[in-house]
């Protein structure tokens, strides 16, 4: 057990989160993931009248099932197709900079919530096995250096000075000191906890099925129906992440967010090998060895998918391809044995942009759902409950972030 | 995808998997027996590990020739035998095959992927953990453990042994060491002593199963004889000692296994077997996604099944103590009968022939059913079982996880994948096999909900631990795998994803 478990807080009790609704509430908060219970935190610590509502448990999908990796390096998956972010300069220098914004909340959180959200600032690799990928190092190091990210790339005899456990045949490798991770398992549970001291309700096991809107007439304009009865709301939140797009049809929006279920291996515990996260610029893999000392492997290989309260199921092809990459670039991998594999349900927005803020087409209707929404979204909580409370200053968010834009580009 | 084929893999090496791997096997069909031990035999048919040679069978026992006689039929079929195999992960169609040899580097075992048409999962039962103060010392062992010594190895683990349990073995278990040369200081059984209406009952039931009540009598009596301190009623509180176990400390109970105040002795000791009945090892069928009802008297989950011993999964059938414990006899029994079902289903079996055929099976089962339920009084596992842990009991001995941290986050949750979330509970390399039942037993007591009602956290592969480099294949992947799967069979179609 680490140290950090010790000082662990006594979580909410069942008693907290099982009591009937209330009739009415200023702001619904929709999905008890790391997104709606740090919204409701910064709400209730706001002062609004919050409620936030799971269909099932807290942090039982993405939050809770994604490796806790802060990705501050530009990754293979926000790349356009051809691999070289020549073609995307803009969107790029925006993602960049909000990964560097996010970082920056979760580096102060511990402080924040004062529980030990087990933030580390442990620096990632990022390896190229082709000259060709190694050209998109050089690139993405340069639209980087724009953004304010920190990053070197890597090669030869250096590299395996300073990486030693990576294969001595790699092409190279680039280096950002601020990449690291956060416990996944507890984040949203610490924020839920202080949400719900702050005066927020939370419930679980409360499915949002229907939602009336009721204009601007009193007590609400929303009639919201769930599964544990109906609850009145002026504002909505729609933070139910990979499901988003099930719970905006509610109220006749179309968000532009699809799930996919994604595959992680996790090992044995092993003797320390390494500190810094590892990716692969050309193909699919994140991996790190956790603080418990086990090795978590993942990096977007898929899993087939399930509808809820099934889980996704994990895949072997996905733990055998993604394996391979990781013992390609790590040999030192092959006899360490995988104990369990876990399947995560992502939310993938359109064009990897947020959505977020608050509907023109459905005035009180807002969302907050991410892609990479573990290291996004305690900053876009923070902004939105921000602008929700009226803060002078608080920055609105750029247009590509808006949830009409799917309703928009389909002209309805 | 793969060239390995079988109409039946059998996994599985006990008593079930070997009656289902010969039955499939005489009637023509393309037949795979996998075993993860070295040798066939399962646990109660255990065999002396490589290296021992059995000179004189007839000095080896009952059982050893029951077990022989199953292992040779085996052999002599037509089915292949794979054993030090592990079936790690099934998947619709599929098994993966993981060879454990472990002489030989993982990378030069690489896993394999085998199709099959029908399946038949013959995985056993363990010993039922349970945890109370001291039950990670060295020293204290299981009766499946100490078996094992024993039977694979010949190894006594040391000089006094004190043996506390319920049920059938707690006295054979005992009897048997003794035979084995075993100095049994105190035998302790967590039911009660025997009733004449017990015997009655048996007698009752017995048509067929007369050497088995012929067994209780004569264990009960070696121990009898031999002057072994044998107590009713009692159940260990606590195992203590710097570094290994030297003394134990037990009380008496009540109806419920809960301890009545001031009844507490100790006593010095070498080894304390334990042995409170057992469990069906569900891992692989829960994986296959094979639904299960709860029974405490089978040894808790077991999974659901219809008269051919078929599964919710219709090519997936179930056979043995792994479908609920009810011993040797019925485990033969099913797998003669899953082995005729696999047929059945396969076209090389008309269903009347079948029926003929599995009849005898079916009487065997029935009877010795009848016998288990009459014994059914004296098995019952009281609920006290569970309350032996103190707040610093580590309980997930995997991952150090106290019964204090699992309490506080029980008050929160009645989800037993948030307890393991947030503590860490059920991820180690047995993956919750020891702790999930105790845990699962926490969140019932606190929340006041029936044990049988808290389900189990979500089935996971690899159902052992993978070297790495035995999983990995760079050749899988190519273009389909990342296109999305929108035929999963699994799945009612638009529950898949959004249309985007």
Known sequence: ?412 | MTDERYDVLVVGGGPAGLAAATAAADHGLRVALVEERVTLGGQVYKQPGPGIVVRDPAAMGREYAEGRSLIDAAEASTATILTNTQVVAIERDTAVLVESDPTRPAAAQPARIVCFARIVLAPGAHDRPVAFPGWTLPGVLTAGGLQTLIKAQRVLPGRRITFAGAGPLALAFPAQLLGYGANVTSVLEAGPPPRPGDVLRIAGAAPGNRHLLQDAIRYRTTLLRRRVPLRYRRIVVRAEGDGRVEQVTHAAVDRDWRIVPGTEQTEPTDVLGVGYGFVPSVELLRLAGCETDFDEDLGGYVVRRDDWLRTTRPTVFAAGDGTGVEGSQVAVAEGRIAGIGAALDLGALDAATARRLAAPSRRQRDRRRAMTRALRRMHDVGPGIFDLATPDTVVCRCESVTAQRLSETIDGTRDINVVKALTRAGMGPCQGRTCQRQVASMIAARHEQPLGSIALATPRMPVRPVAIGALADEHVGGKTLFVRQDDDADVPAGELTDEW
């Open chain 1, 1 to 412: 057990m680490s140290g950090e478990d010790r000082l662990l807080p006594q979580w909410l009790r069942y008693e907290d989160t099982s009591g009937p609704l209330p009739a009415r509430t200023d702001t619904l908060v929709i999905g008890g993931g790391i997104a709606g219970t740090s919204l409701a935190y910064y709400l209730a610590k706001g002062g609004v009248d919050v409620t936030m509502v799971d269909r099932g448990e807290l942090n039982r999908e993405a939050s809770g099932t994604n490796a806790g990796s802060f990705h501050i390096q530009l990754a293979i998956h926000q790349l356009p197709a051809a691999g070289s972010p020549a073609g995307d300069v803009e969107r790029l220098l925006q993602e960049a900079r909000q990964n560097l914004a996010a970082y920056e909340v979760w580096n102060a959180l511990d402080t924040e919530l004062d529980i030990p959200l087990g933030v580390h600032l442990t620096g990632g690799w990022m390896v190229a096995e082709t000259e060709q990928q190694l050209q998109v190092l050089h690139e993405k190091r340069e639209l980087e250096q724009q953004a304010g990210i920190v990053t070197e790339v890597v090669t030869g005899a250096e590299l395996r000075k300073r990486a030693p456990f990576l294969a001595p045949d790699l092409a190279g490798a680039s280096y950002c000191p601020q990449e690291g991770h956060a416990n996944p398992l507890i984040a949203a549970p610490a924020y839920a906890l202080r949400a719900h001291e702050h005066g927020a309700t939370i419930r679980t096991h409360v499915d949002v099925q229907e939602i009336e809107q009721r204009g601007d007439r009193a007590g609400g304009r929303f009639l919201v129906r769930t599964s544990a009865g109906e609850i009145l709301a002026d504002r909505i939140v729609n933070c139910a992440g990979a499901w988003a797009a099930d719970q905006a049809r509610l109220v006749g929006l179309k968000l532009p967010v699809r799930r996919e279920g994604l595959h992680v291996n996790v090992t044995e515990r092993r003797g320390r090998l390494m500190d810094p996260m590892v990716q692969h610029i050309g193909r699919r893999l994140t991996l790190k060895q956790s603080s418990d000392d086990t090795f978590i492997i993942g990096g977007g290989w898929p899993t087939p998918a399930a509808p809820p309260p099934r889980r996704y199921p994990t895949a072997w092809e996905s733990a055998a391809g993604n394996t391979a990459v990781a013992v390609r670039v790590i040999p030192a991998l092959a006899d360490v044995r995988v104990v369990r594999t876990w399947s995560g349900v992502i939310v993938f927005t359109d064009d990897l942009s947020p959505v977020v803020g608050e509907s023109q087409l459905v005035p009180g209707y807002h969302a907050c759902v991410a892609s990479t929404g573990f290291t996004l979204s305690p900053m876009l909580a923070r902004r939105l409950a921000e602008q929700m409370l009226d803060r002078d200053g608080a920055e609105p968010f750029p247009p590509d972030h808006h949830l009409d834009r799917a309703a928009a580009r389909t002209g309805s």
